[in-house]
């Protein structure tokens, strides 16, 4: 790997959050990145590495800015302004590692993208792409909706951001509870997103991420609740697949292969959380459904209860869906299919997968066979389209 292509998986996305910061233009600041790096391959193998590649690549993306802003008629009028902006802002940006938590570009970068003036259902979204790199497609598939849809959404958004100029910070305290939520959620998508399509590099950022967060709010509880649930699922990371990529349940998994210090964390972290008497919301339920997960023998009785008090304060199809699992493990497979059959989601790959596991440990192999195409034909994933071949093959072969 050349050094710029490294530079660029290692601090591609800390260094889109410091131009962000210093031209407040999305656009601009992605394709005058773009432009640096492009330089840096023609120039670095010539004149060598410089000293500090992160630093030369966020100099040269500014100085291209201004000739760009130069050169742009819509920006001549503003032109004295924006670069005295671009000059004075310059010098308070730190290119090397923070002393200071509040000095991240990124979690600046979160609360940007999760400022209330924006809406709800494009502050995650946003903070996605810019933040992580998933692409427009990618994220419209997370959040279930059509891709122009999603388009639109990133654009209006950036041009809210850049025509209100939003200011590019952490908020004081007297403000910080308004965005917290937007921002928990979306450091979650991110380990999410990075557990699901096993990209470790966000989930590992996630988790570091919510340690900034407890870290900056140490009062509040749910920051500690989320940083809990990452740990707890990420402990398990290296006993999902097996050698060749393929996904193992957790019933069937290797637990020495579970990362211990994590799970150690993750439980001390839930247990101050209740102890500071928060455990009734949303991600303190998730993380004791992760701890019960890491037992043995797993306690389904107490998972189903929690899942019932999880409903309760976040009724997600998701959440739903979960608790029929949980369900059917106390009450019988069923009674887990009487509450799937409740349940709406058309492109959620994984609702007829669980009505054909049901269907199959009732026996009844040709209902649970359609049931496992309708998944197939969902599925975007590779490893899991391979589990639900080798599921729907090994009932034909029964």
């Known amino acids: 790997m050349s050094p710029v292509e490294s530079l660029y998986r290692k601090d591609g996305d800390r260094i889109l959050a410091a131009l962000i910061g210093l031209l407040h233009d999305f656009d601009l600041a992605e394709e005058m990145m773009q432009e640096a790096f492009v330089a840096a391959l ?37 032109l004295p302004e924006l670069c005295r902006l671009i000059e004075d802002e310059v010098e308070s940006v ?10 991240d570009d990124r979690l600046r970068l979160i609360f940007t993208c999760c400022h209330p003036a924006l809406p709800l259902d494009a502050q995650i979204p946003l903070t996605l792409h810019t933040l992580c790199g998933l692409s427009t497609e990618e994220i419209a598939r997370c959040f279930l909706v059509p891709l122009p849809t999603m388009a639109q959404r990133l654009v209006r958004a950036k041009r809210k951001i850049r025509d ?3 200011p590019y910070r952490v908020p004081p305290d007297d403000l910080l509870a308004q965005r917290l939520d937007a921002v928990l959620t979306t450091v979650y998508l991110i380990f999410t997103e990075g557990y699901a399509a096993t ?4 989930s590992t950022e996630a988790i570091r991420l919510g340690r900034l967060l407890v870290e900056l709010i140490p009062g509040r509880q749910e920051p500690r609740a989320l940083l809990s649930l990452m740990l707890l699922h990420d ?16 019933d069937d998994q290797d637990r020495s292969k579970w990362n211990q210090a994590q799970i150690q964390e993750g439980i001390a972290l839930l247990n101050v959380v209740l102890n500071a008497g ?3 919301t949303r991600y303190a339920l998730e993380a004791a459904i992760a701890a019960l997960h890491s037992e043995t023998p797993t306690d389904w009785r107490r998972i189903a209860g929690l899942y019932n008090l999880l409903l309760g304060v976040h009724p997600s199809p998701v959440v739903f869906l979960n608790r029929a699992i949980a369900v059917a493990m106390v009450e019988g497979p069923e009674r887990g299919l009487q509450l799937l059959n409740e349940l709406e989601l058309s492109q959620y790959h994984l609702l007829p997968a669980a009505k054909a596991h049901l269907l199959r440990l009732l026996g009844r192999e040709k209902e649970a066979a359609t049931y ?11 490893p899991e389209r391979r589990f639900l071949e080798k599921r729907l093959g090994a009932g034909r072969d029964s």
């Open 94 to 103: 730190s290119f090397e590692e923070s002393a200071t938590m509040l000095a």
């Open 372 to 382: 496992y195409q309708q998944a197939l034909s969902l599925v975007v994933s590779e």
């Open 42 to 78: 023609n120039l670095w193998p010539v004149h060598g590495v410089p000293a500090n590649p992160r630093s030369w690549i966020v100099t040269t993306a500014r100085h291209k800015a201004i000739d760009c802003i130069r050169r742009n008629i819509r920006f001549r009028d503003k």
């Open 164 to 166: 209100a100029r939003i």
């Open 278 to 280: 928060a455990g009734h």
């Open 199 to 202: 990209r470790q590099d966000l």
């Open 235 to 250: 402990s398990r990371r290296d006993a999902r697949t097996d050698d060749a990529g393929d996904i193992v349940l957790l």
